[in-house]
Nanobody, 120 residues
Framework: QVQVVESGGGLVQPGGSLRLSCAASGFTLAFRGIGWFRQAPGKEREGVSCISSSRDLTYFADSVKGRFTISRDNAKNTVYLQMDNLKPEDTAVYYC?????????????WGQGTQVTVSS
């Protein structure tokens, strides 16, 4: 079964850190761009970060620049989103998605999401 599964979400205090994982199965993640998106209650889904298959292209939303990093371990078929200095406004369901090719576009495989809550 072709799928991506997110993990690593949870409850964290402001200023804390979490590392989200996006594990792929049924396909080789190494050949695809992988993106992270989030959706907060009452808001539209927004792009957070993305990494191309060759790692030479990365994208970060302005709201997370300097706080989030993205990396991939192709041997483990997994992409990570390291989130530091978390803020309450980072609270959302985080989704990963695989693109149809090596770049960050046309995402066609979506996970079910993992909840991130930043609160004291």
């Amino acid at each position: 079964q072709v799928q991506v599964v997110e993990s690593g979400g949870g409850l964290v205090q402001p200023g804390g850190s979490l590392r989200l994982s996006c594990a792929a199965s049924g396909f080789t993640l190494a050949f695809r761009g992988i993106g992270w998106f989030r959706q907060a209650p009452g808001k539209e889904r927004e792009g957070v970060s993305c990494i191309s298959s060759s790692r030479d292209l990365t994208y970060f939303a302005d709201s997370v620049k300097g706080r989030f990093t993205i990396s991939r371990d192709n041997a483990k078929n997994t992409v990570y989103l390291q989130m530091d200095n978390l803020k309450p406004e980072d609270t959302a369901v985080y989704y990963c998605a695989a693109s149809g090719g090596p770049l960050c576009s046309q995402f066609d495989i979506w996970g079910q999401g993992t909840q991130v809550t930043v609160s004291s």
